[in-house]
Nanobody
Framework: QVQLVESGGGLAQAGGSLRLSCTVSGRTFSIYAMGWFRRAPGKEREFVAG????????RYAGSVKGRFTISRANAENTVFLQMNNLKPEDTAVYYC???????????WGQGTQVTVSS
C-alpha cells in the first residue's frame, strides 16, 4: 500500500501564495505519477496538476496553468504544489494522489483545506 500525507494548506488572500506538500511512504516503487486534485464546496473533484515520478512530464488543468507549479523531490518522496496568484475560486480541499500514469490515480491522501479570501 501507499500512504500519502498532505500539508501546507491554510488561508490566503487573493493574489497570495501557498505551497502544498505531499509525503509518500509505503510501496513507492509502484508509483509512476503523482497528482493534485481539489474539491470545492458543492462541486465534483477535479484534476489540478500531475507529474511523472521521474519529473520529466507534467500536466495542468487550464484553470491553474501559469499560476500553479507541481514539482517533486524524489530523495524525500515528496511532491509539491506551488500556488501563486491565488483566486477565491481556488478555495477547495486539495488532495494528493499517486498512480500508474498521469491519467490514472489509485492512492489518495486525506486532503488539506485551502481557503482564498477576496
Amino acid at each position: 500500500q501507499v500512504q500519502l500525507v498532505e500539508s501546507g494548506g491554510g488561508l490566503a488572500q487573493a493574489g497570495g501564495s501557498l505551497r502544498l506538500s505531499c509525503t509518500v511512504s509505503g510501496r513507492t516503487f509502484s508509483i509512476y505519477a503523482m497528482g493534485w486534485f481539489r474539491r470545492a464546496p458543492g462541486k465534483e473533484r477535479e484534476f489540478v496538476a500531475g507529474i511523472s515520478w521521474s519529473g520529466g512530464s507534467t500536466r495542468y488543468a487550464g484553470s491553474v496553468k501559469g499560476r500553479f507549479t507541481i514539482s517533486r523531490a524524489n530523495a524525500e518522496n515528496t511532491v509539491f504544489l506551488q500556488m501563486n496568484n491565488l483566486k477565491p475560486e481556488d478555495t477547495a480541499v486539495y488532495y494528493c494522489a499517486g498512480g500508474h500514469s498521469l491519467s490514472t490515480y489509485s492512492s489518495w491522501g486525506q486532503g488539506t483545506q485551502v481557503t482564498v479570501s477576496s
